[in-house]
């Protein structure tokens, strides 16, 4: 693991970039979600008569801000099941999992700790939903195949939010811009441990697995909007701010995420690339008095993939 990577799962990192995450999400995908989703139709209820709750797994959960975005958003009983290889992590995310749907429903938790990339068919059986944030990234070519295969073996709808895709528009412009984006995005490819990351190449990777497999497959843009003008609120994971109503701005919450984003993605850039170092030091002061000066507006390219199980596939 690299130290980007260690940075990457810190807690406080996963907090700061809480808001501009709920910011990005792209809200477009909720209602073909809803639709496929077992309580928007028929559904098996128990002797009681109640319907049986959405299994929701949410994998690589972090410190959960997937569910505490997701959870307010859908109607009915959910039991969620996160998915880490930390403990620590682990327990974060459970507590702090909203414990409502959005019609009042109860929403209830389970963790299990282990390597999300060895899940099965068989172990997605009765699932109603597999999510996650910012992994397909991280993710082999063979790890995402096992993944697809999982999903569309047990027939179960997945939604796999913010993964880069190796586009980075700052303004204004800077002539070592495009050099720092090629390193990062060759960090990002880069083989460790035997392990050759898919990187900014995932979401294309994903869309055409999921189809090869015949699932219906949505990619939706999912942008961070940071620095200047991008006003990020610590409370956008809510319903109505994550959706774009009603976020006050918080400029210092933005500076504060800008600028450790901008020390990450220049120190990855020259973690593949060492000779950049002393060039970069350079371009990183000039970047972060910009930003601290509020002068610096960056978008940092993601893009959301919702998958659902269908007789044709296809992307769209």
Known sequence: MSTTDVTRYAPEWLALREAADAAARAPELLEPLRLRLPGSGAAPADRNGRVAPLVIRDLGCGT????RWLAPRLSGRQHWILHDHDARLLELASTRLPRTAADGSPVTVATERGDVSRLTAERLMGTSLVTASALLDVLTREELDGLVAACAGAGCPALLALSVVGRVDLAPADPMDAEITDAFNAHQRREEHGRRLLGPDAV???????ARRGMTVRVQTSPWRLGAGAGISADAAAPGAADGA???PDELLSRRLTAEWLRGWVGAACEQRPDLASRADAYLRRRLEACEAGELSVVVHHSD????????GGVS
């Open 246 to 248: 009603g976020r006050a």
């Open 204 to 210: 294309a990777a994903a869309s055409v697995a999921f």
């Open 305 to 312: 993939v919702l998958a659902l199980p269908g007789r044709t």
């Open 64 to 67: 959960g801000s997937m569910g």
